[in-house]
């Protein structure tokens, strides 16, 4: 029996459709290369750092403001736009995220897991991993990011869109995503100038960045895409600002580390009563010196980042990212003569739960994030973590020095890069701030 033309077309159109491989998938991190860590330099005129890529960045994770329709659209565009445009680099989610996105997107991803999943066997540690990070929201998912690296040593860079209800730390607008990736992606990339401009910035206190023998060769192979143009030679990388973060443990009876490895903080660490109505007694001891006993609604252990936050309303000291320092601020002190203090970083603050509450602790909370509470007669470690330059801080520790590893630690916010000569780089901050306090504005007057 002859079967119809018609027949035969729709049997062998079925047939094609249902060998198309599907592409809309999850992936695990184990799956990934291992990270590409960059390194940072100081450059001439400019208080901030420049940032160099031995290779190209592969490993890109996206960090989104939840539950809104505005940063869902962004990030999908941007991830849309990144996988044109840079198609060796892989892109990773949240597992939350990453569920709900996967099917809008044509091509594989991968989670980042807090919890198992059918679809995936293994999990790999995100530090391990992630190349930069780039963040949709406000300060807060600023701080979530960095709170996936509260266990590091080392932050990816961080380039943050203003996207939420307060952007303070935020550098850039979405519509500029395009720019700012290209800027921050083609970082340390060496343009065929880049012997020339050696030359010239020899005769000066600050030599460019140095082109690794690893750069060298992978832009001989054309691992930077070549349709993106040539970078912008030495004096025109990415600039970054290392904001400090502190060092928090929790303490026994016996002053003694109990929660090993220690946790980061980029903003606060925060000692609160909780639900309880009765204030907090906290014996505040200074490198191993008593400096007082608060009687308080509790306690604010903030960085230079932090100070305009929590600590800003409690009534603290606003500091500059760029100084190195930690801030203590009381909450509602019983006594008026207890003020704000600014440490030196290399400070090591203890904070013992003492007095009778009848039996109950202290609640602690680090960026926001509630962490286990502390009974009475424990207490809290915090101390500045070491931030500079990298051969200083090995010859300070008594460790090996690797010479021209350039500067090391603290979170690495992508700054949007001055356009003149010697401009100094708090102009951001500087603007930012005077639009969030208003600084001499008249009371009542609109701006």
């Not at 992936?27 to 100081?42: C, K």
């Not at 979170?411 to 949007?416: F, G, H, L, Q």
């Not at 401009?423 to 009542?444: C, I, Q, R, T």
């Amino acid at each position: 029996m002859k079967v119809p033309r018609r027949r035969v077309t729709g049997l062998i159109c079925r047939r094609l459709f249902s060998s198309t491989p599907q592409r809309r998938e999850i992936r695990a991190l184990s799956e990934l290369s291992d990270r590409i860590h960059p390194s940072y330099h100081e450059t001439k005129d400019n208080d901030l750092l420049s940032l160099q890529w031995p290779s190209p960045p592969r490993n890109v994770l996206l960090v989104k403001k939840e539950n809104t329709p505005q940063t869902t659209e962004a990030v999908i565009e941007f991830a849309k736009h990144v996988h044109s445009t840079y198609p060796s680099i892989s892109l990773i989610f949240e597992d939350p995220a990453a569920y709900s996105l996967h099917t809008s997107l044509s091509f594989p991803i991968y989670a980042a897991l807090t919890k198992p999943h059918p679809s995936i066997t293994s999990s790999t540690n995100l530090s391990s991993k992630v190349d930069l990070v780039a963040t949709f929201g406000g300060d807060g998912t600023i701080l979530r990011a960095s709170s996936l690296f509260a266990r590091s040593p080392s932050v990816p860079p961080i380039l943050s869109f203003s996207m939420g209800t307060l952007g303070f730390l935020n550098e850039w607008k979405f519509p500029e995503h395009k720019r700012a990736f290209r800027e921050l992606y083609m970082s340390g990339a060496p343009s065929s100038r880049h012997s020339v401009m050696s030359t010239q910035d020899a005769k000066t206190n600050y030599p460019p960045p140095p082109v690794s023998q690893n750069a060298r060769h992978t832009i001989g192979n054309g691992e930077w895409p070549p349709h993106l143009g040539a970078s912008l030679g030495p004096t025109r990388m990415a600039r970054v600002l290392l904001r400090n973060r502190l060092r928090v443990a929790i303490t026994d009876k016996n002053n003694t580390l109990i929660t090993p490895p220690h946790l980061h903080a980029l903003n606060e660490i925060i000692l609160h009563r909780g639900a309880s109505p009765h204030l907090t007694h906290l014996t505040i001891s200074i490198s191993g010196r008593i400096l007082t006993e608060a009687v308080a609604d509790g306690l604010i252990i903030s960085t230079p980042t932090g100070s305009t936050a929590y600590s800003l309303s409690a009534g603290g000291s606003i500091v500059h990212p760029l100084v190195k320092g930690i801030v203590i601020t009381p909450i509602c002190a019983r006594s008026l003569s207890f003020r704000p203090l600014v440490l030196p970083n290399e400070a090591t603050v203890d904070v013992r739960v003492t007095g009778d509450r009848g039996g109950a602790g202290v609640d602690v909370s680090i960026d926001g994030v509630g962490r286990q509470g502390v009974g009475i007669g424990m207490g809290v470690r915090v101390w500045g973590e070491s931030v500079g330059r990298a051969g200083d801080i090995a010859r300070r520790e008594g460790k090996e020095v690797e010479e021209g590893k350039g500067w090391v630690g603290g979170v690495p916010c992508v700054i949007r890069g001055q356009g003149r000569e010697g401009a100094s780089g708090d102009e951001g901050w500087v603007g930012g701030l005077n639009g969030l306090l208003k600084f001499n504005y008249p009371f009542g007057e609109e701006s």
